[in-house]
């Protein structure tokens, strides 16, 4: 009993190592129901997709429901820069809002003279760019390229292009979560808000090359904010 508990032991971790090492597909397509408290309120899609060693990411959010009547607009974020041995680097990234076009930003990151420019109300500001430096969008798929273990943390400095800073998460082992999609396991990253700050919760899909399959945000008043995996095309 003793040998064969050890071979089953011996497995499972050759199995879970291949899994955290799997090389990470060159296409991915999303799609997350988005939902205040339990009202449907919108719809994100986006696109993944590798060439080589250039990455091009794409998100499109819609409001959904009565809510579209009243802001039809849509948010168009993407990011593109190359792929290396620590993952995603992105060179540029773009935020984009319809009828809300003094809302637009956008972020130039320069690798070769370490500044980033943050564009923003037509404003230009100039600040150093850090190692290891993600975007909004480039975030959630460089979680692919991650090996993340249970009990440790994650820092990392990220743009929205309006601002540059530093996000903290705690990770643990996340309980199985269902989806439209289907079930998955899970890590759950915890950013632990200190009072006043926006809480930000995410699930990663393990058996998914850590692809998001939750995310919720919760503001300093307690409202909250929750996306969910409702479709997902990997290749």
């Known amino acids: 009993m003793a040998l064969k508990s050890l071979l089953v032991f011996v497995?499972?971790?050759?199995?879970?190592?291949?899994?955290?090492?799997?090389?990470?597909p060159s296409n991915v397509s999303v799609t997350y129901d988005v939902y205040k408290g339990s009202l449907r309120i919108g719809q994100i899609e986006e696109s993944y997709m590798r060439d080589k060693e250039q990455y091009s990411l794409s998100s499109?959010?819609?409001?959904?429901?009565?809510?579209?009547?009243?802001?039809p607009g849509k948010i168009i974020i993407s990011s593109i820069g190359l792929v290396g041995a620590q993952g995603l680097q992105?060179?540029?990234?773009?935020?984009?809002?319809?009828?809300?076009?003094?809302?637009?930003?956008q972020a130039l990151l320069d690798w070769e003279t370490k500044r980033i420019n943050l564009i923003q109300h037509a404003q230009r500001t100039t600040v150093a760019?850090?190692?290891g430096t993600q975007d909004r969008l480039s975030v959630m798929y460089q979680f692919m390229f991650l090996s993340l273990q249970p009990g440790t943390t994650l820092d990392f400095p990220m743009?929205?292009?309006?601002?540059?800073?530093?996000?903290h998460y705690v990770i643990s082992r996340g309980a199985?979560?269902?989806?439209?999609?289907?079930?998955?396991?899970?890590l759950y990253l915890d950013s632990q808000a200190k009072k006043g700050e926006n809480r930000t919760e995410i699930w990663l899909a393990t058996q998914q090359y850590n692809l998001p399959c939750k995310m919720t945000i919760t503001d300093s008043d307690g409202d909250q904010l929750t996306q969910v995996l409702s479709k997902l095309v990997i290749k």
């Open 11 to 24: 497995a499972f971790w050759i199995c879970a190592a291949s899994q955290a090492l799997a090389e990470p």
């Open 129 to 131: 760019l850090p190692e």
């Open 159 to 167: 743009t929205d292009g309006g601002k540059l800073d530093i996000y």
């Open 90 to 105: 992105p060179h540029r990234f773009s935020d984009q809002r319809e009828h809300h076009e003094n809302k637009n930003r």
């Open 60 to 71: 499109t959010t819609r409001a959904v429901g009565l809510l579209a009547l009243f802001n």
């Open 176 to 186: 199985p979560l269902k989806t439209p999609v289907g079930e998955f396991d899970t």
